[in-house]
């Protein structure tokens, strides 16, 4: 039995990101009372590796919650509750020094060097298959464990744990080693609606039975929300906490963004509603109370979130991060990419819009599969199309070249629904958050393109919100997450497409669909032609 907030209660919630460390501090109604942030480093050691020092995380971590509380002193005092959310992102420990090139020791989610692992799980034949869309997305866990269990065999041999990065902070906030069911549920190959949830059998046949031996992974995990321990004196100590204060099992990044946006009533309009996080990447979030097995698209997740429902996870896995490069890389460019640049651009292509309409950049088409595709083919290994290329190099061409860029994303967002929707969905609502709000020419674009009604919540925090929803219940302030959702969603704001681009978006859409099925000829073909000279599709190792 839950108890009454107290008014007076407040909730901490860390989101962990790809570049930064978040935490916010929230009252029980959902209020954001506070928020600080704290950068740490990427690093690249290697082509098609991406890879953390953990404790270079956990330092920006506990610099971000400590920050957070002063800001609000009081009402640090009174945390009820505290949870994680943290991108995708695979943390190992080992014997001796860190086990990953550059001195690292966390998978980055966008690592990549498991493409040629991940098409060798697919072609297994495996019954986990239908539960990750048909194929295996090289960011996932296990493509990443065998690839580095042949490449670093002496590495492997070290290895003690493997755990979701949620699951680490939460294990250095309490002592407890604990897994999280929602990392478990999506990103290994785990199925828990069967009696033995693990594909013992694949990992067997792999040759990688002996990864469930590192740390807890063997154990029962335990659902989001519930009590993964409470903070040490150590940690409070590090981070400024109260010793003793309860701290929830976490989640992933995008999960805990829908949470944050889904809105009141979504369990009665679960069907009809898509969660969009879309920043660096992009992730749609859907949920079933039945089973439903769609191509190219990841699960059904049972119970990764919500307890007895089917979680799908779509996803595109450059978005933020393309017109990033656009900025970074194209002469015309006014400078790297950066928040003031991606508002003076889109201000400015926005006003040539406003000029010349639909003929603006009307050669210029692009299929936005720079690092492969989530969905909804399910494919990591295929890449971009772009046509209309010329020699320019002015600021107008890459006004365009940004502008296709950006509309290519909203088009394959769209693409996504459709896909969703010939599968058992009837989505007509999409609740947008991350950073493309902040972008108003992607939130022009959403809000004309997607063929649904696009609508924003009245929170600058979305992913921390449903962190701290999570929170909440972990801290006995809310029965489950449906409750929390219920007491803490913020207002939502629905943005009405303007009738005038349909026609344009329309002709815009079918030819993304013509360059997509072209696209996928041409990566068929490239397969091919690679299997007769022994070539594979991620390059070297």
């Not at 953990?54 to 505290?82: G, K, N, Q, S, Y």
């Not at 014997?95 to 690592?111: K, S």
């Not at 801290?475 to 681009?501: I, K, N, S, Y």
Request: glycine share 10%; hydrophobic share 45%.
């Amino acid at each position: 039995m839950t108890t009454p907030p107290s008014p007076d209660a407040t909730l901490l919630a860390v989101d962990v990101g790809t570049l930064s460390a978040r935490a916010g501090l929230f009252g029980a109604d959902g209020a954001c009372l506070a928020t600080a942030t704290a950068p740490f480093t990427l690093l690249k050691p290697l082509e098609h590796h991406a890879v953390y020092r953990m404790d270079e995380i956990w330092a920006a971590t506990t610099a971000a919650i400590r920050a957070c509380l002063a800001a609000e002193p009081e009402a640090a005092r009174r945390v009820a509750a505290v949870a994680f959310d943290a991108t995708s992102s695979l943390a190992l420990r080992a014997d001796g020094e860190r086990p990953l090139d550059g001195d690292a020791d966390v998978v980055c989610w966008m690592d990549h060097r498991g493409e040629a692992e991940a098409e060798e799980i697919g072609a297994t034949g495996d019954r986990w298959l239908a539960y990750v869309g048909g194929s295996v997305s090289p960011e996932i866990n296990l493509p990443k464990l065998l690839w580095l269990k042949r490449h670093r065999p002496a590495v492997w041999a070290r290895l003690t744990a493997a755990r979701d990065l949620c699951d680490e902070l939460a294990l250095r906030l309490t002592g407890t080693d604990r897994h999280s069911l929602c990392g478990l549920a999506a990103k290994w190959p785990y199925l828990p609606n069967d009696p033995d949830p693990w594909r013992r059998d694949l990992l067997a046949d792999l040759g990688v039975a002996d990864l469930l031996k590192l740390g807890r992974l063997d154990e029962p995990p335990s659902p989001v929300g519930a009590l993964h321990g409470h903070v040490s004196a150590q940690a409070a100590a590090e981070t400024g906490l109260a010793a003793g204060t309860p701290v929830a099992v976490g989640l992933i990044d995008a999960e805990a963004g829908a949470l944050g946006v889904i809105g009141r009533g979504y369990a009665r309009a679960m069907n009809t509603v898509l969660a969009m996080i879309a920043g660096t990447s992009s992730s749609h979030m859907a949920w079933a109370a039945d089973e439903r097995q769609i191509s190219g698209v990841w699960g059904p997740f049972r119970d990764a979130v919500f307890p007895g429902f089917w979680m799908h996870e779509a996803g595109q896995s450059l978005s933020g991060a393309a017109l990033d490069a656009v900025l970074d890389h194209h002469p015309g460019s006014p400078g790297k990419a950066s928040g003031e640049h991606h508002r003076d651009t889109a201000a400015a292509i926005l006003a040539l819009l406003d000029a010349e309409g639909p003929a603006f950049a009307a050669r210029r088409h692009i299929v936005p599969d720079w690092l492969g595709n989530r969905a909804p083919l399910g494919d990591g290994s295929v890449r971009a199309l772009v046509t209309g290329i010329g020699e320019e190099t002015s600021r107008r061409a890459f006004h365009e070249h940004y502008y296709a860029t950006a509309r290519a994303l909203a088009l394959q967002a769209r693409h996504i629904v459709d896909h969703l929707n010939r599968h058992g969905y009837a989505i007509s609502r999409v609740t947008l958050a991350g950073g493309h709000i902040k972008n108003p020419l992607m939130m022009r674009l959403y809000r004309d393109a997607l063929g649904a009604e696009l609508v924003t919540s009245d929170t600058a925090e979305p992913v921390l919100l449903g962190t701290a929803m999570v929170a909440a219940v972990g801290g006995g302030l809310a029965p489950d997450l449906f409750g929390a959702v219920e007491r803490m969603a913020p207002r939502q704001t629905v943005h009405p497409a303007d009738p005038a681009w349909q026609a344009a978006h329309e002709r815009s859409y079918r030819t993304y669909l013509d360059l997509f099925e072209v696209r996928n000829r041409i990566e068929r073909d490239a397969r091919a032609l690679m299997a007769t000279t022994g070539q594979g599709m991620a390059g070297a190792a």
